[in-house]
């Protein structure tokens, strides 16, 4: 049904907007969302900020083994909403969004909070 359509997914969870992706494959974004097992910014970022874990190894982790499961179990309970849009203004309207609804995972407080966090000790 989604098929290679383009458009931004977006994920909520109770009535929160958590982040908002531009998508050239709907259906593969969504796979990658929920079922992992492959390198995927989303679910590395629910490792990092929400299990804890090292953003040295996040990436390779969220892929498979025990923290790829305790992100499954997470991302199962979040709820996700496709809107389709042509490719070329997808990472302006992706972008948008996030500045607009300040998304917990990408927009401008958790890019800066990133930011503060990567600075040297």
Known sequence: M????SGL???FEDSEALYVEASTNIAKT???YIKGGTECEFRTMIGVL???ASHKNAAQRAKSGPLAKRISRRVEKFRYRVVPAPV???SQLANAFNVVADTRYAGPSAMANRALDALPN
């Open 88 to 90: 070329k203004s997808l």
């Open 30 to 32: 969504l796979q990658c």
């Open 9 to 11: 997914v977006c994920v």
């Open 2 to 5: 989604l098929g290679d359509k």
């Open 50 to 52: 929400e299990m804890g």
